[in-house]
Structure formats: structure tokens, C-alpha cells
């Protein structure tokens, strides 16, 4: 880290100090209550309230607790925790709808186009990077971008190998199924690798 990092750093923490302060009677209370409090104390909307509540988080300054923490992996698996499981999922459902059932008329067939670029080019990277680095800190936003991007790429096409070498062929059933099975495959160890971290993160 050079000079002019530590000095942002050194920065941003004096502009955290007051926030630290004023959630000090909140601690032990719901964050809501934190929030509103900053907000209403020093005159900021909300969402900067919450970023400074983050902020503080990150540093381990403050510590938020989840009053009531899944008790398993299939608790885990149900909870907000896996929200972005479940909305693959769902992306996974519209995409088949669009495929299949959705009429394929202006301007409806652009959902299609969307889906399966997504689908294709996307989501299969995603969830393998999801698995590979459950952390969230492990990598930037940006990193996790371009690495799904890249590797979808580079799945994709083994995906159409290895149906190429089967009864099935490369048509669009097997082909679609191949991917969504993938696709959740993949995803299904994003989520069990970050519940071990969920597990192992003291609370």
C-alpha cells in the first residue's frame, strides 16, 4: 500500500468516526433502527447511512449479527443466504419459458435473444466462479465479470463436445438441458462451499 492509499484510508476513517459514535447506543439493536438513527442525526438519506453502517462492517469496527441464523445446510440453503441460488433459478424457468411456451412475436422474441446470450454466455461462468471463490472479498466485481464471461466461453463448447459423443447430438433440447443442468450443478457447490465459510465465520 502506498502513501496516497493510506492516506484515503486514514480519510474515509475519520469520516466514519462520528457514524461509529452514533450507532454506539444501537449496538445489540436491529440495524433499521442504526440506519434511521444516522440518518435522521446527520442528515444523510439512508442508503449512505447503511454504506457508512457497511463501511464499518468491513473494518471490523462494528459487527452485524443475524438474530436468527440458519441451524444447517438445508436451513442455509433456504434462507436469504441463497437468494442468488434461487434467483438463477428463476432466470433458469424464464428462460425455458421463453424458449418454449413464450410466443415468438415482436417484441417477446427479444426476451428469448436475452435469456439465451445470458444463458450461453454468462451463467455458466458465473456459477463456476461462484464455486471456485465463494468468498465475496476473494475477487472485485469486475474480475468475477470478466472471469464468467471468459469461461462460459471456454464451458460452453465443451458442453457441445461431450453431446456430440452421445445418442442426442448437438440440438437445442440436449443442449439446453446440458446447460441448465451445468448451471445448477455448479451452482448447488457455489452454495455449499459458501455455507462452509458461513460456518467457519464467527458470530
Do not use: H
Not at 84 to 111: E, T
Amino acid at each position: 500500500m502506498d502513501e496516497r492509499d493510506e492516506d484515503n484510508l486514514v480519510v474515509e476513517e475519520e469520516d466514519l468516526g462520528p457514524v461509529e459514535e452514533m450507532i454506539r447506543p444501537y449496538l445489540g439493536r436491529t440495524v433499521d433502527e442504526a440506519v434511521m438513527a444516522v440518518s435522521k442525526e446527520m442528515r444523510l438519506n439512508p442508503e449512505k447511512a447503511t454504506r457508512s453502517i457497511y463501511k464499518l462492517a468491513k473494518r471490523g469496527r462494528v459487527r452485524l449479527v443475524d438474530p436468527g441464523p440458519p441451524k444447517g445446510f438445508l436451513d442455509y440453503f433456504a434462507s436469504q443466504y441463497s437468494l442468488w441460488f434461487w434467483a438463477l433459478s428463476a432466470f433458469l424457468g424464464v428462460s425455458v419459458f421463453s424458449i418454449y411456451l413464450m410466443p415468438q412475436v415482436y417484441p417477446l422474441v427479444y426476451v428469448r435473444y436475452l435469456c439465451g446470450a445470458l444463458l450461453v454466455l454468462y451463467v455458466p461462468g458465473f456459477t463456476l466462479i461462484e464455486a471456485l471463490y465463494p468468498k465475496a472479498d476473494e475477487l472485485e466485481r469486475l474480475e468475477r465479470f470478466g472471469l464468467s464471461v471468459g469461461l462460459s466461453i471456454a464451458l460452453v463448447p465443451l458442453v457441445g463436445l461431450v453431446l456430440n459423443y452421445t445418442p442426442w447430438g448437438i440440438r437445442l433440447d440436449p443442449s439446453l438441458m446440458s446447460l441448465i443442468l451445468l448451471v445448477l450443478v455448479l451452482g448447488f457447490m457455489g452454495v455449499y462451499r459458501k455455507y462452509g465459510y458461513w460456518i467457519m465465520t464467527p458470530r
